[in-house]
């Protein structure tokens, strides 16, 4: 899968790191804090891009880039470009009537920019990392796989203020899948006219969303979104101005957020334990799970048969003591998992029981030393090795990717005799790049919904997914998952039935071994209002956010 980004203000941290100050002060207010319409926030790093077809995630630019729809509270669709959108009796057919909406230079917004900005982000040429997410729009498969051209895709443009979206199959998440930004329109002319300096500076774009992007040179550390006066729903946005400031440590964050110069900080899992009673304390869930991805395709031959083993990986997840993980290794309020799904992601229609609690399978996740011990012990015997020597890939770009690599080292080797992990953890560009290549045994890594449904997750390891770097591959999952997006896609209940059961085989299998669900806990200013946030998506808006 793709190393996605946590959270924008996301911080890594080391375990090493103790705060100086502890109390329940939330300290001195600065001039910058007086400006009532002035949103001050942190970043780990610049945003890597703003070209909407190039990007691995729009946590903070679903703010600036806006689709049929915008991501509302609790996740549901909520108006976007489109001020109605119907679908025909089979699923197949969607017809958007774009409201009178204009681009942040002027220009109108038409039909015709979603079909150009569509055809971009599926052109092969493009590399769009997310195109997968086009499948089941009529010819996107082949266009994507460079067997179409572009112009085939099931998108058109019969006026400037309509357009109809083709499918090869129903799909059950689609409307919400409309308020990603992925989905959103391009300004062809804007594109043509920067050439390959498009998107590269934030003057060098234009903007469909409540605010616009100013000072971004993709390498600097300070950046603003600022209110878009073209934006057509302008009259709802309070604040004028967002700005960005790059801070790499939580000890810094938390030393600005005193200061008064941040209005929201991330907290490292050693602040949490020190600020749980500040009055300003508050913490956000995500649809994100961090968890570990095995190598089947492994070029050291011992590992890869080790890495085939069942027993094997069975062993290594059985030997994680998820308790200690969560409560007292991060103790950031992350939880358990059941599964590689997420947690409140999606709920039996018929039960409204979560997914997540139906694709548990029993002695996957749970920490067992016995059974792992015995597992491990017939692992080892069935690929006819006594000892065994992992590398685990981990970012260093990553929240607590330090602490939880370093648990997981000793934690296998104090469990499993024979065992002998060596750690990398390096920049994420190099882990990304790493893992794409399959050059890892055991890769550290997470994901995070793109949409309320369980496919987000479940189309990570089916084959040839591009972020199934582990190359796991099992026929009877891709039959299931294949199922539930086609001859099951419009019976509610089958497609549930189809992807729990998918979910089972891989949690059964341990193809992913889930680690923990993230919570981040976060200062925010009491002056903060009317932030948006959600579990998955476009995870922050600031659309009706104020400060008072």
């Excluded at 039935?497 to 193809?511: F, H």
Aim: aromatic share 10%.
């Amino acid at each position: 899968m793709k190393f996605k980004t946590i959270a924008a203000s996301i911080i890594t941290v080391s375990a090493a790191l103790v705060l100086a100050a502890c109390g329940n002060n939330s300290g001195p207010s600065s001039s910058s804090s007086s400006d009532n319409k002035t949103l001050n926030l942190s970043a780990t790093a610049a945003l890597d891009t703003i070209d909407i077809s190039k990007s691995t995630g729009y946590g903070q630019t679903g703010n600036v880039f806006e689709s049929f729809y915008r991501l509302g509270k609790n996740g549901k669709p909520a108006a976007g470009l489109a001020k109605s959108g119907q679908v025909s009796k089979d699923c197949k057919t969607w017809t958007f009537k774009l409201r009178n909406a204009k681009w942040s230079n002027g220009d109108p917004i038409t039909a015709e920019d979603f079909v150009y900005s569509w055809r971009r982000s599926l052109n092969p040429k493009t590399a769009s990392p997310y195109s997968y997410l086009f499948s089941g729009v009529k010819n996107a498969d082949e266009i994507a796989a460079g067997k179409m051209s572009p112009n085939k895709l099931g998108i058109s443009a019969p006026d400037k203020s309509t357009v109809v979206v083709k499918l090869d199959r129903p799909i059950a998440y689609f409307k919400v899948l409309m308020a990603y930004p992925l989905f959103g329109p391009q300004n062809e002319r804007v594109v043509k006219k920067y050439g390959k300096k498009y998107a590269t500076k934030s003057e060098y774009q234009v903007y469909s969303g409540p605010f616009k992007i100013k000072n971004w040179n993709g390498t600097g550390d300070t950046w603003s979104f600022v209110k878009n006066n073209n934006y057509w729903d302008k009259k709802v946005v309070k604040l004028n101005k967002i700005n960005y400031q790059v801070v790499k440590s939580t000890n810094t964050g938390y030393q600005m957020y005193q200061q008064g110069k941040l209005d929201l900080t991330p907290l490292s899992s050693e602040q949490v334990k020190n600020l749980k009673s500040n009055k300003d304390f508050t913490t956000y869930p995500y649809s994100l799970v961090r968890y570990i991805m095995y190598n089947f395709n492994d070029k050291n031959s011992i590992n890869r048969k080790a890495l085939r083993n069942r027993n094997i990986r069975l062993a290594l997840s059985l030997s994680i003591d998820r308790d200690v993980l969560t409560k007292k290794v991060l103790g950031n309020g992350s939880t358990k998992p059941t599964g590689f799904v997420a947690s409140e992601l999606a709920n039996d229609s018929k039960t409204g029981e979560d997914f997540a609690k139906q694709q548990a399978v029993k002695n996957t996740t749970v920490y067992n030393l016995a059974l792992a011990k015995k597992y491990w012990k017939t692992g080892l015997k069935e690929i006819g090795q006594k000892s065994l020597t992992f590398n685990v890939l981990a970012s260093n770009d990553d929240s607590d990717s330090d602490q939880l690599s370093q648990y997981l080292q000793s934690q296998w080797t104090k469990e499993l005799k024979g065992i002998k992990i060596n750690i990398d953890n390096i920049p994420g560009k190099s882990e990304n790049s790493r893992a794409q290549n399959g050059d890892f045994d055991i890769l550290l890594s997470h994901w995070g919904g793109d949409f309320n449904d369980p496919m987000t997750f479940m189309q990570i390891p089916m084959k040839n997914t591009s972020y199934n770097y582990g190359k796991w591959n099992n026929a009877e999952y891709n039959a299931l998952v294949n199922r539930a997006s086609n001859q099951d896609a419009n019976d509610v209940n089958k497609r549930w039935n189809d992807l729990v059961k998918a979910a089972r085989i891989v949690n059964s299998e341990q193809a992913i071994t889930p680690l923990y669900q993230q919570t981040t806990a976060f200062l925010q200013k009491a002056r903060v209002h009317g932030l948006i946030h959600n579990t998955a998506g476009t995870q922050w808006s600031y659309k009706y956010a104020y400060l008072k």
